[in-house]
């Protein structure tokens, strides 16, 4: 165990902490300590500070905290070098690529990564170093990283064997190359979201699931290369699929909802809104069983419209 210094009681430290039930229990933790007793940097930081105390704050309340002295500072690195998980959203959407670079720069051991939304700071420079270090990440969010590039995907790939939850929503940048990459080396993928990932065609989605045979949930949403094809193949080749989002994929038909009703009998959800080509007839197979969808019975429909003309529907409330 590393050499501890200590803190007087009464010190700063108070000063910069919020009233959050988080933050208060630390606080009132560290107010608690007698001089006699010690405080709480005389605590074993690697068994109970940084597991058991510091795990409970927000990140941004960690950053403030490592400016009281130089012994916190030292304390909040080590707990940042043994972060399992990191969020941007509790720092901001808008972290310092600098910031962002040095808070994770002694870290191998993340398993979850969530950067979702950060396209005005995040690129390929500031991600592949974390990337590249951490092999054990199970779970990756980078809904919306629009200055990304194909290398992030692939460099994914290549270091994050155990990859469990990949989220690539709304970034244009994903290929079908970098697509095959991840398929190839991301086998126990469960959940991908490729919503609005517009280059991909129905020869890579079909790929990837030919490849990742575990997934439980799949988003194909908002592309309008995406047809039966690829949603057949997804049936066939992931029995255990339990949500499938075709939201806007104007190519789907019903036949592929009813190969989609006939392999996958665990599905759970199926979103189907704005697929014009979609019916009721593919669909009741699916309602029948309790599979819960997105768009109401052609029945319910008209009751709805008729609702919402004159007022009032016939026979039926719709508590709406």
Same mark, same amino acid.
């Given at each position: 165990?590393?050499?501890?210094?200590?803190?007087?009681?009464?010190?700063?430290?108070?000063?910069?902490?919020?009233?959050?039930?988080?933050?208060?229990?630390?606080?009132?933790?560290?107010?608690?300590?007698?001089?006699?007793?010690?405080?709480?940097?005389?605590?074993?930081?690697?068994?109970?500070?940084?597991?058991?105390?510091?795990?409970?704050?927000?990140?941004?309340?960690?950053?403030?905290?490592?400016?009281?002295?130089?012994?916190?500072?030292?304390?909040?690195?080590?707990?940042?070098?043994?972060?399992?998980?990191?969020?941007?959203?509790?720092?901001?959407?808008?972290?310092?690529?600098?910031?962002?670079?040095?808070?994770?720069?002694?870290?191998?051991?993340?398993?979850?990564?969530?950067?979702?939304?950060?396209?005005?700071?995040?690129?390929?420079?500031?991600?592949?170093?974390?990337?590249?270090?951490?092999?054990?990440?199970?779970?990756?969010?980078?809904?919306?990283?629009?200055?990304?590039?194909?290398?992030?995907?692939?460099?994914?790939?290549?270091?994050?064997?155990?990859?469990?939850?990949?989220?690539?929503?709304?970034?244009?940048?994903?290929?079908?190359?970098?697509?095959?990459?991840? =398929?190839?080396? +991301?086998?126990? /993928? *469960?959940?991908? &979201? %490729? !919503?609005? #990932?517009?280059?991909? @065609?129905?020869?890579? $989605?079909?790929?990837?699931?030919?490849?990742?045979?575990?997934?439980?949930?799949?988003?194909?949403?908002?592309?309008?290369?995406?047809?039966?094809?690829?949603?057949?193949?997804? =049936?066939?080749? +992931?029995?255990? /699929? *339990?949500?499938? &989002? %075709? !939201?806007? #994929?104007?190519?789907? @038909?019903?036949?592929? $909802?009813?190969?989609?009703?006939?392999?996958?009998?665990?599905?759970?959800?199926?979103?189907?809104?704005?697929?014009?080509?979609?019916?009721?007839?593919?669909?009741?197979?699916?309602?029948?069983?309790?599979?819960? /969808?997105?768009?109401?019975?052609?029945?319910?429909?008209?009751?709805?419209?008729?609702?919402?003309?004159?007022?009032?529907?016939?026979?039926?409330?719709?508590?709406?």
């Amino acid at each position: 165990m590393r050499g501890l210094l200590t803190e007087a009681p009464g010190s700063r430290c108070e000063l910069i902490l919020p009233g959050s039930c988080s933050s208060l229990a630390l606080w009132c933790l560290m107010m608690s300590v007698t001089p006699t007793r010690g405080c709480l940097l005389d605590l074993p930081w690697e068994d109970i500070l940084v597991p058991h105390i510091l795990c409970h704050l927000p990140l941004q309340q960690l950053l403030s905290l490592q400016r009281v002295s130089k012994s916190f500072q030292s304390l909040i690195q080590l707990y940042l070098a043994n972060m399992r998980c990191f969020d941007s959203s509790q720092i901001g959407p808008a972290i310092p690529r600098a910031a962002f670079v040095n808070l994770l720069k002694d870290n191998e051991v993340l398993q979850q990564l969530a950067l979702q939304n950060c396209s005005e700071w995040l690129t390929d420079r500031e991600l592949l170093p974390v990337i590249g270090q951490n092999h054990h990440l199970h779970q990756i969010q980078l809904k919306g990283c629009a200055q990304l590039s194909r290398h992030a995907l692939v460099a994914i790939s290549l270091s994050c064997p155990q990859l469990r939850q990949l989220s690539l929503a709304h970034c244009e940048w994903v290929d079908s190359l970098s697509l095959r990459s991840l =398929a190839d080396h +991301c086998k126990a /993928l *469960e959940a991908v &979201d %490729l !919503t609005a #990932c517009r280059q991909l @065609k129905d020869e890579a $989605i079909c790929y990837l699931v030919q490849k990742c045979g575990r997934l439980k949930s799949l988003s194909l949403a908002v592309n309008a290369n995406v047809g039966d094809v690829a949603v057949e193949e997804t =049936a066939k080749c +992931c029995p255990e /699929l *339990e949500h499938l &989002d %075709l !939201t806007g #994929c104007l190519r789907v @038909k019903n036949d592929s $909802i009813r190969v989609l009703a006939e392999y996958c009998p665990k599905l759970r959800s199926l979103k189907v809104k704005h697929c014009h080509n979609v019916a009721e007839s593919s669909l009741s197979i699916l309602r029948s069983r309790g599979v819960e /969808l997105d768009v109401e019975p052609p029945l319910q429909r008209a009751l709805v419209l008729l609702q919402d003309v004159v007022g009032f529907a016939p026979f039926i409330n719709l508590q709406i």
